[in-house]
Structures are given as C-alpha cells and as structure tokens.
C-alpha cells in the first residue's frame, strides 16, 4: 500500500536515481513505510515451512500438551509462587511460530527500521560541485533508501531460521505482547528429542516448565517496561554514517552499483552493516540489558534444576543435550542479538549464575524470588558483580 506521507523520489534530487536498478529501489522506497512487512512475512513463511505447504498440529500433541502443563503450572508455582492460574500452552508448527514472533517484535523492528532510515546531519552539508562531496551524498541517500529495505528483508530471514529452532516462545528471553499466547514448536520439539535420544514426553515437559518460567517472569508489567525501554533506547541509538560504510567497503565505484551483484556484495552481510552504524552510546546500554537477560535465563535454571529431577528423575543425555544446544548458538540467534542489543554469550550467564549462588549463600533461596517484586529490586551490571549490595538495597527498601 502506497504511504501518501512519502513523496514519490525525485530522480532530479539524486544522483543515484539516474542508475536504472538505484532508481527502482527508490521507487519501492517512496511505496513502503519503515519496513515492508509484506516481504518480511513472505520470506519468513517460505523458509519456515520449506517452501511448501506445513502440516498443522495433530490433535494429539495437543491434548499431551495439555496434560504436561497443568502437572509443570503446580511444580513452578509451588518452587516459584507465580500465579499461573489459567496459562495455557499453545502447539503450533514453525509458521505459526514465525507469524507470532513477527506480530510481537514488530513495534521494535519498526522503531529499529526508523533509527537505521534516518540520515544523519551533515549529509546536508555537502558540495555537489566537489566529487568527493557528491559522492559522499549519493551514498548517504543510498544508505538511508536501502537499510529500512534491507530490514525488511533480513528480519524475514532472521525469523524464519530461528523458526527451524526454536522450540518454544522464549528461544530468545525477549518480552513478548502482553496478550500473545505461550507457544511450543511441535515440530522441533520431536525432531530434537528424536536427535538426541530422548523421551519426547521429557523434553514436553522440559519445554513447558521452560516456558512456563519465562513467561511468569517476563510478563510482568515492571519487567517487560524496563527491558522494552532499553531495547527502544539501543535502537533508537543507531547512527547510519555513511563514511564509515564507504571507509569498510573501500573504495566504491558508482557506475558498478547498477549491477545488482554488486549490491549484493555491499549490503548482503549485516554483520558489515551494523558493525558500521552500531553508535558508542550504545556499547554502554549492553551490560545493563545483558545483566537483566541473564539473571533471567539463569535463575530458570535454578528452577528447573529443582523440579525437572524430581518430575522426570536424573537425565544425563537430556541436560547434555540442552546444555549443547545453549553454546552452539545459530548465526540467526547472534544476529538478532546483535540487532536489538543483546550480548548474552557463557560469560554472562556464568556471571549471572554467579550472582544468584551468592545471593542464596548469604541469604537463602527464599530472596531469589524478591528479584522480581518491583523495578528497584532487578539486578544492575554492578548487583552481578556484588550481589551483597543487592541484598544491602532490599535491606534499605525494607
């Protein structure tokens, strides 16, 4: 659908418009909002199912799945004390999968599509009588058309292979829409189980209490705000500078942007393009984000190394297993983190995993659930480092 608030692009107000394949990109441009979500779901689709029509959840599954989650909703509320009153766990394929992740990160993916389209300031400062500032114009105009383009593409891709992975909501311990249903992968919980030998029935059960626990925690009004603040803030911070993707790219001949190979080989690796926007302010926003990511994902550890045991008894093969899938992270994985501003890597966690030991060492289990009570009590950067001065706060809010 034509956005009226987007002029048509003038060929006259740009050099680039005068190369046949440039100028057609332009014209998509002025056609599209921020992103073109069309392209986005097209692309996550195809490659989610394979290229072909997917097969819906047999009604069997999800009857098991039913049964598994009442029996995993009592243990963690019992182990935990969030009322899980009336959660359900959702079956569903990897498109349906896909289309939900799609539906909850678009309000980020758009916010993180303005910030990238936006050109900066003294772009407008330059000579088109001097080459090298005509130049420097020509790829300022081509960096702010191309990258909401680009986004639009790469998110498609990006949700599709993470799609052929993830096993339920929480693949990535991002906040989700408050109403959005917890979800599990069907497909990739078997065929996962079926790699590694293991009861299908244990890794439901594992995926329940899994998502279960992520989702007490990160729907909470307090959590959700403050993680979705510092995603909103790292996006937001990203300043396209042209100069810097001309200086990684080398020297670039205008005349060879015509040929759509070229492109390809300019804009194709995103880790080059955002290695080249990433802004120093926001190096300094990753701990903190980081610091609240782990502590989540570890502390559901915590949880489950509690109850699983007692549940399905002491599965070797199974904790090998997920501990394997944990460090053999995917490229989809480290490009979405790296996208929305998330460094989580062993270090993290084994910093996070850190704190919560020193927290119950010197105050007992029973504190590690006062994370969670209010904003004030989340843990900081410098809490995981010294977690007596997160217990000295609570001591002080008390």
């Known amino acids: 659908m034509n956005d009226p608030s987007l002029p048509e692009p003038n060929p006259g107000d740009n050099p680039f418009a005068a190369i046949p394949f440039i100028g057609d990109l332009m014209r998509m441009a002025g056609q599209q909002g921020p992103m073109s979500w069309d392209t986005a779901r097209q692309i996550a689709f195809s490659l989610s199912s394979g290229g072909s029509s997917e097969a819906n959840v047999e009604p069997i599954e999800r009857i098991r799945y039913e049964e598994l989650a009442r029996i995993a909703q009592l ?8 009322d899980l009153e009336g959660l359900k766990v959702v079956p569903v394929n990897r498109t349906g999968w896909a289309n939900q992740a799609l539906e909850d990160w678009r309000p980020l993916l758009e916010r993180l599509a303005t910030s990238l389209g936006k050109g900066p300031a003294a772009a407008a400062a330059t000579d088109p009588a001097d080459p090298a500032d005509a130049f420097a114009g020509m790829f300022a105009s081509l960096s702010r058309m191309v990258a909401p383009m680009w986004l639009g593409m790469a998110t498609g891709s990006m949700v599709g292979h993470l799609s052929e992975r993830a096993m339920g909501t929480y693949h990535l311990p991002l906040p989700r829409g408050a109403s959005s249903p917890l979800q599990v992968v069907v497909p990739n919980v078997n065929a996962f189980a079926d790699d590694w030998s293991i009861e299908r029935d244990d890794l439901r059960m594992w995926v329940s209490l899994s998502e279960m626990a992520h989702h007490a925690i990160l729907r909470l009004p307090h959590v959700r705000a403050r993680l979705n603040e510092q995603l909103g803030r790292f996006v937001d ?6 100069s810097a993707l001309e200086a990684k790219f080398g020297q670039i001949d205008p005349s060879m942007l015509n040929d759509p190979s070229g492109l390809q080989k300019l804009f194709g690796d995103p880790e080059l393009l955002l290695g080249a926007v990433r802004s120093p302010a926001q190096v300094e926003m990753l ?13 559901v550890d915590r949880i489950l190394d509690e109850i699983v045991p007692r549940l399905l008894g002491a599965s070797t093969r199974l904790a090998e297993a997920l501990r394997r899938r944990r460090v053999e992270e995917e490229a989809a994985d480290r490009f979405v983190q ?22 119950v060492e010197r105050a007992g ?3 590690l659930g006062r994370l969670w009570e209010s904003e004030r009590t989340l843990p900081t950067p410098t809490d995981l480092e010294a977690p007596g001065l997160w217990l000295a706060r ?3 809010d008390d």
């Open 287 to 299: 701990d903190h984000t980081d610091a609240l990511l782990a502590t989540i994902v570890c502390y």
């Open 394 to 396: 609570l001591e002080f």
């Open 237 to 242: 911070a990203f300043e396209p500078n042209p």
């Open 75 to 82: 243990h963690l509320a019992q182990a935990t004390g969030f």
């Open 365 to 367: 289990a029973a504190a």
């Open 338 to 359: 790296k996208l929305l501003g998330i460094e989580l890597d062993q270090a993290s966690y084994d910093r996070a995993a850190a704190f919560l030991t020193g927290v």
